[in-house]
C-alpha cells in the first residue's frame, strides 16, 4: 500500500507511521510526504529518510494541485497529520474513503484549532485523540479509532498536547494497520 502524509507541522505522526512501515506493523510503505510550509519540519523529516517530498502553497487549488501529484506518484492511501488546510472536493473525489485525520481531541468535542487548549479552557478532566476519515466538513468524518488522555490538574497547554501527541501516535499506527487490512481483505 502506497501512503502519503500530508502536514503542516513537525511530522510527529509522520514519524511513528514510517516507524510502524519500517518494523513491518504496518503493510504499506510512505511514499510521499507533502507540506504546505516549505520549511515544515515534516519535510525535513522525510527527506531524512529518503522518502520524496513536495511542497504545494496554499490557494484556491490547493486540492486539485495535490491530487494531481499523490495520483501521479500512484498514492493509494492518504494520512493527513497537522495539515492546516481544508481538504476539498477534487482531494476527496479521487481518493473516497482513503483519506485519515487525527485530531487532537475526541471528536465531536473541541473540533478546530488547538483542540487540547479548548478542552483545558471548557476544564475537561480528559480529552484524547481521534483519527477519522476524513471528509468535506471540519473534523466531521466517520472516527476510526480514539483514545482517551487524562487531564491533569497542573497541566498546562504543552504538557497536555505532549501527552495527547504521544497518544496521537499508538492511535494513529493502529488506524492504519487496520484500515489497510480492511481495503486488503
Ligand atoms: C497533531 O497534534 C495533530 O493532532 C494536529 O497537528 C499536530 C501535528 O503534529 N492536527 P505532528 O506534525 O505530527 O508532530
Not at 110 to 123: D, H, I, T, Y
Request: hydrophobic share 40%.
Amino acid at each position: 500500500m502506497r501512503i502519503a502524509v500530508l502536514g503542516s507541522g513537525a511530522g510527529s505522526n509522520f514519524l511513528a507511521l514510517w516507524k510502524a512501515c519500517h518494523a513491518g506493523k504496518i503493510a504499506g510503505e510512505i511514499s510521499l510526504v507533502g507540506a504546505d510550509q516549505q520549511n515544515a519540519g515534516i519535510l525535513e523529516q522525510a527527506e531524512a529518510r529518503n522518502i520524496p517530498t513536495f511542497f504545494a502553497k496554499k490557494g484556491k487549488d490547493f486540492s486539485e494541485r495535490v491530487a494531481q501529484r499523490l495520483l501521479e506518484e500512484n498514492i493509494e492511501l492518504v494520512c493527513l497529520a497537522g495539515l492546516m488546510q481544508i481538504v476539498k472536493a477534487p482531494l476527496l473525489g479521487a481518493f473516497p474513503n482513503r483519506i485519515l485525520n487525527i485530531h487532537p481531541s475526541l471528536l465531536p468535542k473541541f473540533p478546530g484549532k488547538e483542540a487540547w487548549k479548548q478542552a483545558l479552557e471548557a476544564r475537561e478532566d480528559e480529552t484524547g485523540c481521534t483519527v477519522h476519515y476524513v471528509d468535506a466538513g471540519m473534523d466531521t468524518g466517520e472516527i476510526i479509532l480514539q483514545e482517551r488522555v487524562p487531564i491533569k490538574t497542573d497541566d498546562t497547554p504543552e504538557s497536555l498536547h505532549a501527552r495527547i501527541q504521544e497518544a496521537e501516535h499508538r492511535v494513529y499506527v493502529e488506524s492504519v494497520r487496520t484500515v489497510i487490512s480492511s481495503l486488503t481483505d
